[in-house]
């Protein structure tokens, strides 16, 4: 039988075998990068896209908020606009039921959501949005959102809850103010279960309920109207300016949203 023999230890390659080698490495080595690189362009597009669909998300969810809020401070704005000119119309006497009943300290604040957004911001994973024009349209949106909350939440509501409400709360009869917290809690048993002990509560003091004129006349109304219209201008200015960060937070939203459907 015929015995094959390895190669001697001093056994020398020709060139050949080397460049045969080199590209078969070289070959291997590429191929493994080239996998590699494909690998994670796959694991960063699904990344972006996960991201963009919750970003997406978020945004719709102010949209929606911001235009509930449009509407109800559309609706505010009406209302105080109505007591307003009936108060500067009044000489002779005027009922503050029909005041409060339409002039409440209370309003709205906008609370944006942009957590995913924060999320990518501290991660980093806003570099995975290779499209440029997408990123800046994300950065102008939270930027605008951002400014929209902090007029809501700061700049409105120093004044609405701080020296309006003072004024409202020093002109608001005795009972007219009872029969609001009476209301407020009839308002909750409609929403939510309340406890027993609550609604034993308001069975004992819904006598205290009363309906009746609180007319004021002569001097004690033109130092209502003196103390009352100019805060009420100085408020209803400043929810005009706050609903005009509203609309461009919401249509920037709405600019973002079709982008995303159109080329996303």
Do not use: C
């Amino acid at each position: 039988m015929e015995v094959h023999h390895p190669h001697h230890p001093t056994h020398k390659k020709n060139w050949k075998e080397y460049i045969t080698e080199f590209i078969m490495l070289f070959a291997a080595v590429s191929l493994g990068f080239l996998a590699e690189n494909f690998r994670e362009q796959y694991i960063e597009k699904e990344r972006a896209h996960e991201l963009i669909t919750r970003f997406s998300v978020d945004v719709t969810n102010n949209v929606y908020f911001l235009d509930s809020l449009l509407t109800f401070n559309h609706n505010m704005e009406y209302q105080m606009d109505t007591a307003m000119i009936e108060l500067y119309k009044s000489t002779d006497e005027f009922d503050l039921n029909f005041f409060y009943a339409n002039v409440k300290p209370a309003f709205p604040r906008f609370l944006s959501k942009n957590d995913t957004y924060e999320q990518m911001k501290s991660s980093g994973s806003l570099r995975y949005i290779k499209d440029e024009e997408l990123l800046n349209m994300m950065i102008d949106y939270t930027n605008e959102t951002e400014g929209t909350e902090y007029r809501s939440k700061e700049q409105e509501a120093s004044y609405v809850l701080g020296e309006y409400s003072n004024i409202l709360v020093k002109w608001t009869p005795t009972q007219i103010a009872l029969n609001s917290y009476l209301k407020s809690f009839d308002n909750m048993k409609s929403r939510v279960l309340s406890p027993d002990s609550t609604i034993r509560m308001l069975d004992k003091v819904n006598h205290l309920k009363e309906e009746k004129s609180h007319i004021i006349r002569g001097e004690q109304l033109q130092n209502f109207k003196k103390e009352i219209i100019p805060a009420m201008t100085r408020r209803m200015a400043l929810m005009k300016t706050t609903m005009s960060y509203f609309r461009k937070s919401k249509l920037k939203g709405e600019a973002l949203l079709a982008y995303l459907k159109d080329k996303h």
